[in-house]
């Protein structure tokens, strides 16, 4: 007689739930539209390992080109410029998560699917932490698993303040010195000064180029998009240009476009209250909020997958109860050189509430 059970020995089967899952889920992550295999994109992604041993992946990354080439019938040849690269290591970690049913009886008593519904849970647990992982490693901060260590933002890639609506700019020394709810908010101003920023400094955090023109984005949270949207001269601008026609997916979703920035709000930008802290020695004043938007440039981040997300199936209690489980070797980092972070810049800011 031949018996129908949950867990199937046949590879094809299980290959078939693992990239189901991986699809589902990489279609859903916050960062998906922003990651690619080039040193153009704002996250690079490596697959190396997927077939060799090891727990680190090299990256190199591309410094700007700083010579002056030749002129008129100067010789091109022997007057080349080398290419510049940096290295650095992305360190691998195992992630996995599983879930079974608590008995028969649970069986009995609801009417889903439970691998099906085991799939979309994991898969979507599986696009919560690459996002908050790429989130926690761009902030500098540690996440709950550990995977992600605290690695604070390098002194010329972070940006305390913010301004007043009308668009008066205010540049403090930490975290605990912002200290008003009028005049530190986000805005335009600030944009445009750490646009700036990223292009004057050494070295200078490359934009990402589309049809030509180059660009950067910047992820800011729903609060700091709120004192945004209070600036007349904002309102303005994306009514007169924002972003129509461009095809380009890291448009897609925008908020809209400042001085060839694109603004991402992302809910999960991190946040912080009074007596709290991003970096231990820098507590929020007291009766301030502070979130921290994300300026990035070209290789900002990096993931690299040692293995594609797994997909298990295994029967308890005899055999009667199903559970499926995943895992996923990989590594979210923002990518440094000589110790100074190469592609995103901080940008503290006070927020106001509901």
């Known amino acids: 007689m031949a018996n129908t059970s949950f867990a199937s020995s046949d590879p094809l089967t299980i290959k078939k739930w693992s990239v189901v899952l991986f699809k589902q889920a990489l279609h859903d992550i916050f960062f998906g539209k922003f990651v690619g295999p080039s040193d153009k994109d704002i996250i690079q ?9 090891g727990d680190k992946i090299a990256f190199g990354l591309r410094m700007k080109l700083s010579g002056a080439g030749v002129t008129d019938d100067d010789d091109i040849e022997g007057s080349e410029e080398a290419m510049v690269y940096y290295d ?4 691998l970690h195992l992630r996995a998560n599983g879930v079974k049913a608590a008995g028969k009886m649970t069986l ?21 932490i690459i996002d908050e992982d790429t989130v926690y490693a761009l902030s500098g901060i540690a996440n709950a698993a550990g995977t992600i260590a605290a690695n604070a933002p390098s002194t010329n890639r972070r940006w305390y303040g913010g301004q007043t609506t009308g668009g008066v700019v205010e540049s403090v020394a930490n975290d605990a010195a912002i200290d008003s709810s009028t005049d530190n908010l ?15 400094a050494t070295p200078k955090i490359r934009p990402v180029s589309v049809d030509g023109k180059d660009w950067y984005v910047i992820f800011v949270h729903p609060y700091q998009v709120k004192a945004l ?3 007349a001269v904002w309102l303005q601008a994306q009514r007169e240009a924002n972003i129509r026609g461009l095809k380009n997916p890291i448009f897609s979703g925008a908020t809209g476009v400042w001085d060839n920035v694109i603004i991402h709000e992302y809910d999960q930008i991190l946040t912080r209250v009074a007596t709290e802290h991003f970096e231990s020695d820098d507590v929020i004043a007291t009766g301030m909020n502070v979130a921290r938007a994300l300026f990035c440039g070209a290789q900002a ?11 298990y199936e295994k029967m308890f209690q005899y055999g009667r109860v199903p559970g499926v489980a995943t895992d996923v070797i990989l590594a979210c980092e923002k990518t440094e050189f000589n110790s100074q972070d190469f592609g995103v810049i901080t940008v503290d800011t006070a927020y106001v509430g509901d």
């Open 45 to 53: 992604t490596k697959t190396d390992l997927t077939k060799d041993k």
């Open 88 to 91: 650095f290591l992305a360190t």
């Open 229 to 231: 949207k209070e600036e």
């Open 186 to 200: 986000f805005g335009t101003k600030v944009i445009s000064l750490i646009k700036r920023k990223a292009q004057l």
């Open 301 to 311: 981040g990096v993931h690299a997958y040692g293995q594609y997300p797994g997909w």
């Open 108 to 128: 009995r008593r609801t009417a889903f699917d439970i691998k099906s519904d085991a799939k979309n849970a994991l898969a979507d647990w599986m696009k919560e």
